[in-house]
């Protein structure tokens, strides 16, 4: 079964290096887990009409967690 999980972030400003979420991801602000995608776009909608996303200080993620990578067709 897939979760997935609404994270609020805080924007990194550019500093000339490339942005790579694993190896220095930015300041979760908000982590709030929802069970099916719909659940998730309504949480993440939310967060979406708070002024600092707004502003584009803070950034809305929906990250699925769960889910098995799919395997190529051609291995199957």
């Given at each position: 079964?897939?979760?997935?999980?609404?994270?609020?972030?805080?924007v990194?400003?550019?500093?000339?290096?490339?942005?790579?979420?694993?190896?220095?991801?930015?300041?979760?602000?908000?982590v709030?887990?929802?069970?099916?995608?719909?659940?998730?776009?309504?949480?993440?909608?939310?967060?979406?009409?708070?002024?600092?996303?707004?502003?584009?200080?803070?950034?809305?993620?929906?990250?699925?967690?769960?889910?098995?990578?799919?395997?190529?067709?051609?291995?199957?």
């Open positions: 079964m897939t979760r997935f999980l609404v994270v609020l972030t805080d990194r400003p550019l500093d000339g290096v490339a942005r790579n979420e694993r190896t220095s991801p930015e300041r979760r602000r908000q709030v887990g929802a069970s099916n995608r719909e659940a998730a776009d309504r949480i993440a909608g939310a967060f979406m009409a708070l002024g600092m996303v707004r502003a584009g200080r803070q950034r809305v993620k929906v990250i699925a967690v769960g889910r098995r990578p799919r395997e190529p067709e051609h291995l199957s």
